[in-house]
T-cell receptor, first 110, second 112 residues
């Protein structure tokens, strides 16, 4: 099946700093989503971005499908941005499920 | 619509007991998924329904696990004869055709 790798696994930032999270995937995809998992375990949708670039406030994402990677940018980070960020992809075959990476644990210090 | 809803939020059970979880998807979504997440890992796919039909099952879904989606609305996931290795967060998600998936709050299962 499709493989998803996220980097870095851990990231510690000072409040106000910018960061870039990366997601590499091993095959063509028809779905790519970025999630933030809150401390209670719920996955919060950030972006649905199988290709192209989107922005939402301080967050933006870019997926280059032909090169099989996606980037999540967080600007002017805040302590509330702390948590685990997951990239998940859906393949182009008959399977419909998302395959998740192992996540990036982000800690923003005040 | 308040999103995907799961019940219960937490469940503690003794080894060997059966447990059942419920998921209510977003009402207009015809696709429903179950995932399992253990500590420090990303969620892993268990099974997928399109309307009432169960179309995909992961190898993770042993014979002790069964899922249903009667009438294509809510879904239940039952684990029989629970084992300590079943302790995990069980997540439900729903989506419309070829669109993004939305997840519920999850059910955290602890088997003691």
């Amino acid at each position: 099946g499709i493989q998803v790798e996220q980097s870095p696994p851990d990231l510690i930032l000072q409040e106000g700093a910018n960061s870039t999270l990366r997601c590499n995937f091993s095959d063509s995809v028809n779905n790519l989503q970025w999630f933030h998992q809150n401390p209670w375990g719920q996955l919060i949708n950030l972006f649905y971005i199988p290709s192209g670039t989107k922005q939402n406030g301080r967050l933006s994402a870019t997926t280059v499908a032909t090169e099989r990677y996606s980037l999540l940018y967080i600007s002017s980070s805040q302590t509330t941005d702390s948590g685990v960020y997951f990239c998940a992809v859906g393949g182009t075959g008959s399977a419909r499920q998302l395959t998740f990476g192992s996540g990036t644990q982000l800690t923003v210090l005040p | 619509d308040t999103g995907v809803s799961q019940d219960p939020r937490h469940k503690i059970t003794k080894r060997g007991q059966n447990v059942t979880f419920r998921c209510d998807p977003i009402s207009e979504h015809n696709r429903l998924y179950w995932y399992r997440q253990t500590l420090g890992q990303g969620p892993e796919f268990l099974t997928y329904f399109q309307n009432e039909a169960q179309l995909e099952k992961s190898r993770l879904l042993s014979d002790r696990f069964s899922a249903e989606r009667p009438k294509g609305s809510f879904s239940t996931l039952e684990i029989q004869r629970t084992e300590q290795g079943d302790s995990a967060m069980y997540l439900c998600a729903s989506s419309a055709q070829n669109t993004e998936a939305f997840f519920g709050q999850g059910t955290r299962l602890t088997v003691v």
